[in-house]
């Protein structure tokens, strides 16, 4: 935004050609880097492929774990068993045991016998349908803001083009802390869907007060601005990535690791199409005035809200034996 707003008064294409040569470059050293499987860099693989944890899933309660003794006595006699395979058969099994004996872990369960969760099969999971038409609306919001509020700062101050656009980043800001918070409230609470509902609670006054007193001076509307982003953008930012996750790997799919791609998409494509919808309907509803347009974002905020008082009202209810939270 600020690289587009410094060229806005002097030459259009250069708002497009200088971000893309950004993205393209930093595109290509994310390709050079970027570990492709979590277990090149000594990373365990999600706990939900160990068979205690399919266990559990399986029989719907928490078992006891083995405990740090319990486990090494295991290993060590797993590898009493390999080195006694070893011996009958140097040539192809030496390599594979000095390896994992080097790794210092054993060889995880293989997921090949498992098959891809479908498309219907993931919508059927607790809380993805929820999640995704909440995503909808929350990046309805956030897109808007990011479309419109530089043309809005212009329209409701004296501040000109540039100016407008570095002022609109303090909402990218204020995202960027939200995100960072609701993670941090959402792994302390174990309540994504609570952590969620109650950002968009405080959202909806925080957006009219922004409508109605943003341009009275520069001060009011730069804090106001800040916490409109990390409001707006927390649930946003806090449901395309860790409540993703979660769903992914939910105890119904017993240990079957495929579906978190299929879940992922499902959300946050969802959350795409609002993310097209909301600065489209802006552009239109602002014929009306920046009134209407402020009222259509928290009509969106409170669409979202209830559509996870569901799953806040199982978060809310105490299950014994920490109980997965959206299980049905």
């Known amino acids: 935004t600020v690289i587009a707003g410094y060229y806005v008064e002097s030459d259009w294409a250069l708002s497009f050609i200088i971000p893309g040569v950004i993205i393209a470059l930093m595109g290509f050293i994310n390709f050079l880097f970027l570990v492709p499987d979590p277990m090149d860099v000594g990373c365990v693989v999600p706990q939900q ?13 928490y078992q006891r774990l083995p405990s740090s003794d319990e486990e090494e006595a295991n290993w060590d006699a797993s590898q009493v068993t390999s080195h006694a395979v070893a011996d009958l058969d140097d040539n192809s099994l030496d390599g594979d045991l000095s390896r994992m004996s080097s790794e210092g872990r054993p060889i995880l369960p293989s997921d090949n016998e498992a098959k891809p969760v479908g498309f219907y099969g993931a919508l059927k999971i607790p809380g993805v349908v929820e999640f995704s ?14 479309y419109w509020l530089p043309q809005y700062i212009k329209t409701s101050t004296s501040l000109g ?42 959202a909806v006054p925080v957006l009219q007060i922004y409508n109605l ?29 860790a409540v993703s996750a979660e769903l992914g790997t939910h105890h119904s799919l017993q240990g079957n690791s495929k579906a ?14 609002g993310a097209a919808v909301g600065p489209l309907l802006a552009g239109v509803v602002s014929q009306w005035g920046w009134n209407k347009v402020f009222y259509m974002l928290m009509a969106s905020d409170i669409l979202a809200l209830v559509l996870l008082v569901r799953l806040v009202k199982r978060e809310m209810r105490p299950l014994p034996n920490h109980a997965d939270t959206w299980q049905v």
């Open 49 to 61: 492929n160990r068979p205690e944890i399919k266990d559990k899933a399986i029989n719907n309660s």
């Open 213 to 241: 007193y943003g341009a009275h001076s520069l001060a009011l509307n730069f804090g106001l601005l800040l916490v409109a982003g990390l409001l707006v953008n927390g649930p946003y930012a806090l449901i395309t990535t």
């Open 133 to 146: 038409l909440c995503l909808f609306f929350a990046k309805l919001v956030s897109y808007t803001f990011l």
């Open 161 to 202: 083009p540039t100016e407008s656009a570095d002022l609109s980043t303090v909402f990218d800001v204020g995202g960027i802390v939200g995100g960072i918070a609701a993670g941090i409230i959402s792994d302390y609470s174990g309540k994504s869907a609570s952590t969620c509902a109650v950002m968009l609670v405080v």
């Open 260 to 273: 978190l791609a299929t879940v992922t998409a499902i959300i946050d494509g969802t959350g795409s199409i």
